[in-house]
């Protein structure tokens, strides 16, 4: 069983930072970052495999950062140079199924059944 608690959401401006947090427990192939804009699809962002191999949605390339400290048991994600469109709600996710390393089935939903409860980041203009 994995279980995933996350913290650190909060309302930035534009241009700003935040770093979120998931204490993880239990096993997994893969941990995610998803995120749920207002009326629209929940899209995974960001993802780590336990081959240590990162993945990001073009969204957010070269502006979020994916981490895991395995000591701590926590995975990160440093959020730079926010825009407005970055606003939703954030999710952690984890993987226990082999088939999240499948290239082609990075940012799927259905490749994660363990979800954290969601943390809410604003970005004003």
């Known amino acids: 069983q994995v279980q995933l608690a996350e913290s650190g959401g909060g309302s930035v401006q534009t241009g700003g930072s935040l770093t979120l947090s998931c204490a993880v427990s239990g096993q997994t192939y893969c941990l995610g970052w998803f995120r749920q804009a207002p009326g629209k699809e929940r899209e995974g962002i960001a993802r780590i495999d336990t081959n240590k191999r990162l993945t990001y949605a073009d969204s957010v390339k070269g502006r979020f950062t994916i981490s895991l400290d395995n000591a701590k048991s926590t995975l990160y994600l440093q959020m730079n140079s926010l825009k407005p469109e970055d606003t939703g709600t954030y999710y952690c996710?984890?993987?226990?199924?082999?088939?999240?390393?499948?290239?082609?089935?990075?940012?799927?939903?259905?490749?994660?059944?363990?979800w954290g409860q969601g943390t809410q980041v604003t970005v004003s203009e």
């Open positions: 996710a984890a993987s226990s199924v082999w088939t999240c390393l499948v290239p082609s089935n990075a940012g799927r939903r259905d490749q994660y059944l363990y």
